[in-house]
């Protein structure tokens, strides 16, 4: 909901004020023009009944029932206001503001009617908010597109009263900013967003052809005056540039020569795009650097969309787990930042975007295994070869938890059987699990397969998030919330148990495919899970009032 059930005290009073406003003038012997308009205003919000029209009436209950857009310089003042909000990846003529003035110079004329000027202010207050509400929270719905998304969003309610002031003062840029999220990372996509449109406007950048073989260091080739360019237009040279000792002049090199300079470019290209980090320009990415700037600036737009549901509200200390990054932070009570790296779920089985708390650790824990694993994956393997059980240290149950001889199930007609891994180093699982209460049964574990941490794409899970070096992190929750227990000590008791927290910990599951490092320089990570042109449809889709 986008304002608070607190707000219907004040829609009361807003009726009340709207009622009251030209029979206390008149009761004062101050007749004006503005009487019968603020008695219009208070009929034309009588007709409307949606969360859109509860902010109208609150709206102008914080006006006291006057009337806002009268004033031709106020409207002109919020159309050229409504044409910035491009910086913010919306689009403006979703606002209509190239027909505001003409239409209030249309309502105002000699021949209107109050009705139709209250019609007008009435609209264009609403406009107003319709354009704070989509950079406070989004113009998507996020269930719209994503059926499984479980992140309230969580944005306070404006502070209208503040807002009606600033329309009086025609400060617009003043209402928005109030409006979006205050995250640094917000205002770093933002400054992106102007940087990548302004390379558009200056033709974008070259295409590098396509290759049979990779281009190499060292080598002598025409494709390395592209590769050249195209790292100049996005910054990579000049940022290496930065970096060579201070009145120390780089070596002159033959431009068709991938020099070392040029090396690093590239790698620093590939880690922030997700790439394997060898300095080689393979099909990769080569792809990647041929991602028209386009393309790139709609992926921004995507993200600062994300941005506006998530990046409100958010707790002083939280687990943050980026999906698409393969990326976990920890912000703990006392400022610093816990990082690793995480496995998420493969494509077909993806790990959802979900808000909740950590509220328990399970310290050697068993598996059971899912019935979506259990049938797709175990199953077939079982069948294959019955040792597999034996290799895996999987235990067959029945549905009451008693033991049974795998010798003794149909492997093709098993009915309600269970398998459970015992605990040990060969569990999925591995020596610790983070839970938190969710529909889609998903939690932060350890693992034995730490040698998929290496790698820079790491969609290998069944929706689970693995994530490494976890005892580190499991340890920090117990020491932020006074729980009292060691890690280690409870792990190499060697006994499944579970740990409650003495306070259990926010967690946040999202889902970006743009988003700026600690050096604010933006990362571009694949759409692993192709959620982007959905959003993108929906964003430049025109908004329904």
């Known amino acids: 909901m986008f304002w608070a059930t607190g707000w219907k005290p004040i829609v009361l009073a807003a009726a009340m004020l709207l009622a009251s406003a030209s029979s206390a003038l008149a009761e004062e012997g101050v007749p004006t023009p503005g009487d019968l308009l603020a008695e219009r205003l208070g009929e034309r919000l009588d007709e409307r009944l949606g969360e859109q029209e509860v902010a109208l009436r609150a709206f102008y209950a914080a006006r006291d029932g006057r009337p806002a857009w009268q004033e031709t310089a106020t409207v002109a003042a919020l159309a050229n206001a409504l044409r910035t909000l491009d910086a913010d990846g919306l689009t403006p003529q979703d606002y209509r503001p190239d027909t505001l003035v003409a239409a209030h110079r249309q309502a105002l004329a000699e021949q209107s009617s109050p009705a139709a000027r209250a019609r007008f202010d009435v609209q ?59 995250a640094a990372s917000y205002e770093r996509l933002r400054a992106s967003l102007a940087r990548y449109r302004h390379i558009a406007r200056q033709g974008g950048w070259p295409m590098m052809p396509p290759r049979s073989q990779s ?126 790296r995480i496995v998420v779920g493969r494509p077909y089985r993806r790990t959802p975007s979900l808000r909740s708390s950590i509220s328990h650790l399970t310290i050697n824990p068993t598996w059971t295994v899912p019935p979506t694993i259990l049938r797709e994956d175990v199953l077939p393997r079982v069948r294959r070869n019955l040792g597999y059980l034996w290799q895996q240290d999987l235990m067959v149950l029945s549905p009451s938890g008693r033991r049974l001889d795998p010798r003794d199930v149909d492997w093709w007609r098993p009915g309600n059987v269970i398998l459970r891994q015992r605990a040990g180093p060969r569990n999925a699982l591995g020596r610790v699990v983070l839970r938190f209460p969710n529909d889609h049964l998903v939690y932060l574990h350890d693992t034995p ?34 729980t009292e227990a060691e890690v280690s000590t409870l792990v190499a008791a060697g006994r499944t148990r579970n740990v409650h927290l003495e306070r259990p910990v926010p967690v946040i599951l999202h889902y970006w495919t743009v988003h700026p490092d600690e050096e604010g320089r933006l990362v571009f990570r694949p759409d692993v899970y192709q959620r982007d042109a959905a959003l993108l449809e929906a964003l430049d889709a025109s908004p329904t009032r």
Request: glycine share 6%; net charge neutral.
């Open 124 to 182: 264009t207050s609403q406009t107003l908010l319709t354009a704070l509400r989509h950079l406070q929270r989004g113009k998507v719905d996020p269930y719209r597109i994503d059926p499984g998304w479980e992140v309230p969003i969580e944005a306070p309610p404006l502070d209208l009263a503040a807002i009606s002031q600033a329309v009086d003062a025609r400060r617009f840029e003043q209402a928005f900013a109030s409006a979006r999220p205050s």
């Open 215 to 340: 281009l190499r260091p060292g080598e002598l080739h025409d494709d390395v005056l592209l590769l050249r360019e195209r790292l100049a237009i996005l910054g990579e040279l000049e940022v290496m540039a930065a970096g060579v000792s201070a009145g120390v002049e780089p070596q002159a090199t033959e431009p068709r020569r991938y020099d070392e300079r040029l090396m690093a470019a590239v790698e620093r290209f590939q880690q922030r795009h997700l790439l394997e980090v060898d300095g080689i320009v393979g099909p990769r990415t080569r792809a990647a650097l041929n991602v028209p700037v386009v393309t790139r600036i709609d992926q921004i737009r995507v993200n600062l969309e994300r941005a506006r549901w998530l990046l409100h509200g958010l707790p002083d200390s939280f687990v943050l787990v980026d999906i698409a990054g393969y990326r976990i932070r920890y912000f703990r009570p006392d400022g610093d930042v816990w990082r690793s």
């Open 449 to 482: 397969a730490q040698a998929l941490f290496a790698r820079e794409q790491r969609a290998f899970s069944s929706g689970c998030i693995r994530v490494q070096g976890v005892l580190e992190l499991a340890q920090h929750l117990f020491d932020d919330t006074g």
